[in-house]
């Protein structure tokens, strides 16, 4: 991640004008938080679109199946994904170049492989017939091996193409389910909209090949990085589990759908989904300045302790460094209250423009609250891994998933009028103690770099 | 024999014996094996785990054990939330005791041995001590108050590699013996220290060649200090900062150990000079020559007395071809006697492999003087069959400390022309009154004087009568003072005295 830190520097003051800006702005948001937000507005256009097309009860049916597919993967690939990354950048720290493309070769075999026994025994258990299984199973693994892919995608950094890919992937599939139809039935739209993934899926590949150095052999040096940080694992897992474990408990507890596989909250998934497009400034913002003023920050302080200098001058880049992480913080706080208080205002405009009824207001309005901590959590603990505080960064992820699925379940039973509050407690206890242990560990850090890293960036 | 599971002495040896051919393991091995009746054990401080495969010596049967500790472990065991009661305890004396080593104070190795007593007598992996919060808090205020402005990161790596083997040499149970003998101060000698407060017993020192001199000589060139571990950045040892410090940390080594020990003994009256510059109190300190087994030379001397010069005069060189016993010296000085002495005949004896471009040098330099004739470079040559053809032995060290040739010439009773390095003069007049009245063994001269050299040699040339009683002298106080069995009597005196105090009569015999 910390390479792309430069290009967009770049990006930003280039002499290309508040276009270009913007633009970099969006791929950044768009790189960052890729998964999510492909995940979130696909289900938000398909919310609109589907219902066209295959008729009331299979829309529905295939807007839970689709989001099936999108969490489980999430969730599996969520534990690979932080070691890998890691993976990525110590090889490029070493300058082994030539290894970054076996090294994907290798994952995506592995994640083909078990992601498409895990999707037919899913199938076998949830009883789908042969071709639902093979449609599902099919956009399980493609959507598997994007999220697998947007790791490397960091390595690329070729935004334009990136985003490109994404959007052409998302048009093929509408034109897809519009071209399958009704007559093909939830198959055909899942397979139509597969269609889409794959197409997404190619173009990262290509553009993966393409901007990586030539392969030398097989790597299977992989298997060490998992050894190496199982940790990141857990923090992976935990993270990804976090973001869907409120929704599964919402489509169980008080949820629709006649299959146990196939379940779903319409008004507290699009309530979520939306919310979180309203996140989307905060994580360009922190993608763009975090990336090009802290990260510079960051690597003054370690070329000071690499470069022999004397303590005091350590300790006064330690300084800048969180002096300007407070600033950053303060400037997001800022940009992103301006718009979570907006969305929060002009929630019944919302709501109405994707015809939500209008009971969702104040979930949603409570929603958007908690995607506003979300992001404040997201970042604080991508910082703690940026600072190698692998422990820390655990211990917060694991504390969110525990909380959001302890307090989703309360609000649940208490009812509509706490729906959303269990979710956005959980995200500001979490944001509170992901943000003290990180001011605790900033405070020591001259201590916890040598103890730990003996002097080393842990991010290079 | 004591009958005792516990051995009487505990030799604490730091590099040497059973592991590595050299001087003091000799001298060692010699102690053990003519000290039948006394059980030694051995506690051995290596470089790391496997740095030693074999014994260079046959270890006697009365050597009944030998523990071997380590330096550098690369345990990379790393303190992980708080430190437990002991490891606080521990981490707090070592703080203490460093902070009194930077201070020039080292009291603060009594608390340490308390605090290894606490921890069951195994210190917690170094990492635990040298990476928790309160060592790291005494880093910075060392850093501050007087390396302020020097790279921190060289002061970090420094000050940790200073103190990791202090810590990684007590993961071993120190071992149990009636007394502690270590043969050098360091890390040896510190070991001996702990061990003597923690179990109360009595500790000697024997140093053969100053550890802290040799140290200080070491890091001026610094090729021992762990460059650079996988990872890590140089040690900048050769920074004048970081030089004292290693330097300092040496020192105040040594003086922990003279603090504790009981006696010290040492070869000649200069190491003594030095040991009390560093901090030694003198009424410790006694001399105790090495001494050799004068008996082994007993034909080469009677060949001596015995044979046809062939109107031959022979000077010897005994001694490695190197710098430090400045051979260029030699050879000129031969040049100036060959002037007077046709029948001159110059063999130098010892191997050329050390410094072979020095030694091309030198034999370049006896053929450029006109000398190819009468000098021969022979190697490496057994001293028995070779000491009885010379007439006088030179010796034009810039350094030295007990040299052993001087030994072996006076128990052939060759006379030796030297220069006044190490204990050469006690060697050659005598060191107490007693010894001085046996008259000198040969001729004192300055270093790097080819002149006085030669002039020393012509006297001796030119007197048969005083070539004759300088021999004998030298051979008389060799018998008499530097015999091998004089210096085992003494030792075995000292152990006797050791494991068996009169307080405590046990009277095993």
Redesign the interface.
Known sequence: MAGIGFELRRLVHGRFGLLDKSYAYVCAGLISSGPWILTVLTLLLLNVAGNGVIGVEDSQNFRALVTNAFALSLLTVGLVQMPLTRHLSDLLYAAKHDEVLPTFATAATLTGAVQSATGFLVCAAGGFDGKLSLAWTALYVVVSLVWLAVAWLTVVRQYGPILRAFVAGMLMSFIAIYAAGPGNGLPGAIAAYCAGQSLTLALLVRLIVRGTAPARARSFALFRALRMYPRLIVVGFAYSAAIWVDKVIFWYAAGLGTHPFIRFHPLYDTCCFLAYLSVVPALAINLVHFETGFYQHYRGYYAAITQGMPLREIVWRRNEMTENLWEEAARLVRIQGAITIAAILFAPQILAAVSMPEGAVQVFRVACLGAFFHVGFLITTLLLLYFDLQKEALRSSVLFLLLNAGLTYVSVQIGFAAYGTGYTLAALISLVVAFAQLTRQLAALEYETFATHAGKPPVK | MSGHDIPDVCLVLEGTYPFVPGGVSSWVHQLVSQIPELQFCVLHISPHRGFYDKHAYTVPDNVVRIDETFLQRDERA??TGALDSRQTSFVRAFCEFTLGLCAGDVSGLRAMAAALDTCGGIAPPSGTTL?S?PF?HEL?ER??DEA?????????WNWTFVHEPLIDILRLRLPRARAYHTVSTGYAGYLAALAKLRYGLPMVLTEHGIYNKERRIEIATAAWIPASRQ???LL?VNAPYFNKMWNRHFAMLSRACYEQADRIFTLFSGNKTEQVRDGAAPEKIDIVPNGIDVARFAKTAERHQQRDRAGQFTVGFVGRVCPIKDVRTFVAAMRLVADVVPELRVRVLGPMQEDREYAEDCQRLASELGLHDCVTFEGKKNLTDELDTLDVLVLTSISEAQPLVVLEAGAVGVPVVSSDVGCCRELLEGRTAEDRALGPGGRLTPIASPGATARAVLELYANAELRRSMGESLKQRVERFYSQSAMIETYRAIYTKLTRPATSAVGVV
């Open positions: 790393r303190v990476l919060r790291w910075v850093y501050t302020e402005g020097e790279s921190f990161q060289s002061f970090f990872g890590r950045t900048d």
